[in-house]
């Protein structure tokens, strides 16, 4: 598989990979999270697995299950370790600490390595095998915290060897060594992998929104962070001088009320414009994303708040021109002017969104360089270079003590 | 033309960087100074020579990252351009480079009477680097196979060994300057002295590469001509 990516990672990346593959090869290496499906963690593993398998690396991958209470507790900690209130009882903690000493029992954890995905699984630090070493990935922003939260959760952070962050400011100040690896897409994916002009009308086709001028897109839940009415409101204020349409694509969770809220709110604020298109798109709309993001003339994340934000990245990869909220990591994919655009209110996205519209020679120059940065910075070959990188390097500090 | 051929082949290592989040951060440059002075040395070469490392793209003003930061969001200029114009490559090692930025600092510092504290939510964050060297499996032992290795490496492997080489004061046979020089090398001094010259011209690694290319292939069609 390796092979794939030769013509469309940096030169010289796969010769890179294998030579950084025999300094680990045959060790043994468990990821361990929450879901086989659903979420960007497992859409990841499910990428990287097989190439780390092709580099002769004893690769598995573990998913704890657990109940109801569960998986709400996880849910409640989760957003309360990005800072949210939250209420969380202590049957809800019982259920996480039971949950984590019944999957040790259950899962396979004997490996030399193990990474450990967020916090859901991080009590499994309790079962680690002796002289294994383990790394706890830490994907979400837990810089701000709920202190009781964080209180609860980090006397088992603190066991580990090593944590990973995806920004610096992710990052909680912890007695452990803290490396920073940036997320990463995947260019052969269903999400990003090439597409043929007449695919892509199709899929346009299917989803009811002509080509007949620029289309404006953002994909994004609808939550308030990510600030669809925002968008909206950007467009109104281009539309009174350009002519284009807004495509909003993106789904809402059963479980959480708020985007319902939200697509409502977005709903009013569009109106009765035949231009504006909000789409409902199932978590596996991975084709008609790709589609859309490839039909689009700019597109925006405009976010008041944002993990990494993997869907710039993914919109640089086809050489789009991308202007998003200067927020999280979309500030380390955007630099303005050169790949994109940082905004932080709708005038700011009304004001670069018409500026490109009337430049296209620079929409041009900012999708090719968007995605020459995008090959070397945001692609799984770099993302799999680090994560060897690190084994090496922790493999090399155990022995020398 | 007779092809001239090393007694010692060039090694083509390349390298990757592991960045260390420290958890250190500044948000104004008198805490900036106190932190640069009790960083760890690999901290201090990151925000320096790593420079380099990265792609062009996110190559912003200046050559190092402190001046950067003081000139973009603790907005001082002046000390940004004070910063901004030290070439890491001319100091031997890492504590000479330290101490040269510490005075600077603290000189401005003294001589000024507003302190201004950062104004955006981007304070300055300490990274520490861990470079991993790796052997290619590459090696050349006359100018052709130098050029045609280096037209085709990860980029890595061109500051491995232009500036990691030259920082870390690695053996002869790991700078391509004094390999090019070095009698056991090529012995070719005049195009060495170019190729030391190419590094410190302030490009990025890629332009680094296509400008040591340049010559290599000047001296080739020159070889072949005489």
Redesign the interface.
Known sequence: MLEYYRDIA????V??LQ??GRRVEGKSLVHVNSTRYGGGVAEMLHRLLPLFDELGIRVRWEVMAGSDLFYRATRSLYNALQGSRQRITPEMYDAYIECNRESAKRLNLDAEFAMIHDPQPAALIDARPHGATWIWRCHIDVSTPQHSVWQFLRPFVVRYDAAV?SL??F????PL????VYPSIDPLSEKNCELQPDEIDKVLQRLGVPRDKPILLQVSRFDRFKDPVGVVAAYRLVKKSHDCRLVLAGGTATDDPESVEVLAEVQEAAGTDPDVHILLLPPTANLEINALQRAATIIYQKSTREGFGLTVAEALWKGKPVIGGETGGI?VQL?PG??GFTVNSPEGAAFYTKRLLNEPELMAVLGR?GK??AR??FLITRHL??YL??L??LQERGRTG | MIERYAKQPFRFF?C??????L?KRAVDVPRLLELIEEAPADSIYYHTYSYYLR?A??QQLYSNDFANWIALYAQDRVLGERLGVLDPFEFSDIEQLRGEILSIMADHLNHSTVVTRCIVS??F?F?RS?V?E????LEATTLGEFYDALA??????VYNHVCEARMRKKPRSADFADWLAWEEGLGLQDLASKVEQAARLGLSLEGMRNKILRLCDQELTRQRAS
């Open positions: 940096p030169q010289g990346t010769e890179l030579q950084l962050v610096p400011k990052s909680q100040r912890l060594p803290q490396f920073l500030v630099i050169v790949t360089q020459e940065y070397h910075r270079q680090d990188g690190l090496i390097y | 390349s990757m960087e592991l960045r260390e989040v958890g792609h793209y996110t981007e304070p964050e990274i861990h991993i790796i052997p290619l499996g085709i490496v990860e980029v890595g492997a």
